[in-house]
């Protein structure tokens, strides 16, 4: 059974502070991780993606990848209101080398930032 | 820049319907996805195609049906409609060897 599992939130943090999210995966193999904003009534955007080999950071935004503990990761520094949102943490677990693209969904967190 | 579009954004069916929902990219992608998403389910996997007339099934094919007779266009079809098909429903593609997925606007269906 293939699973990606976020704590649904909600979480609420002050504006300027470090918000913190979590996801959790269940293939060993997997190779590549992927984080998506959605606003309410809207679709899923990609804000970032990392591969197995190393984290990354763009802005504000930190990917981390703990591979032992099938961990990743989504920091988001100096948080604004407009950061209020669900957070969807996607993973690729397919076959190793598979080109079909399957991601697998958490359920997502709820973002609150608070003025 | 990359364009995922759907049919309509909302849509409202009686049970028993046969419903037809397009999405169409322009972005030459190979793979494309039919998803819903429902409060406190997240997003769930109905069907993907990897190339055009190959489908596969995802988690929850049972009662959807799909067509891929082009490469830019993949349409989900609802053979006959009921009210627990009531849902978001989201279209995505991704090039070949590539998982990033571009998610196109949605559709809110209603089955009465």
């Known amino acids: 059974q293939k699973e990606v599992e976020q704590n649904s939130g909600p979480l609420s943090v002050p504006e300027g502070a470090i918000a913190s999210l979590n996801c959790t995966y269940s293939?060993?193999?997997?190779?590549?991780f992927f984080w998506y904003r959605q606003y309410s009534g809207k679709s899923p955007e990609l804000i970032m993606f990392?591969?197995?080999?190393g984290d990354k950071e763009d802005g504000r935004f930190t990917a981390q990848l703990n591979k032992a503990s099938q961990y990743v990761s989504l920091l988001i520094r100096d948080s604004q209101p407009s950061d209020s949102a669900t957070y969807l943490c996607a993973v690729n677990m397919g076959e190793r080398g598979s080109t079909l693209g399957r991601l697998y969904f958490g359920r997502g967190t709820q973002l609150t930032v608070w003025p | 820049d990359v364009k995922v579009t759907q049919s309509s954004r909302y849509l409202v069916k009686r049970t028993g319907e046969k419903v037809f929902l397009e999405c169409v990219q322009d972005m030459d992608h190979e793979n494309m996805f039919w998803y819903r998403q429902d409060p406190g389910l997240g997003l769930r996997l109905i069907y993907f195609s990897y190339d055009v007339k190959m489908k596969e099934k995802g988690d929850i094919p049972e009662g959807y049906s799909v067509s891929r007779e082009k490469k830019e266009r993949f349409s989900l079809i609802l053979e006959s409609a009921s009210t627990n098909q009531t849902s978001m429903y989201l279209c995505a593609s991704s090039e070949g060897t590539s998982h990033e997925q571009f998610f196109g606007p949605g559709t809110r269906l209603t089955v009465l």
């Open positions: 990392i591969y197995s080999n």
């Open positions: 293939d060993r193999g997997s190779q590549s």
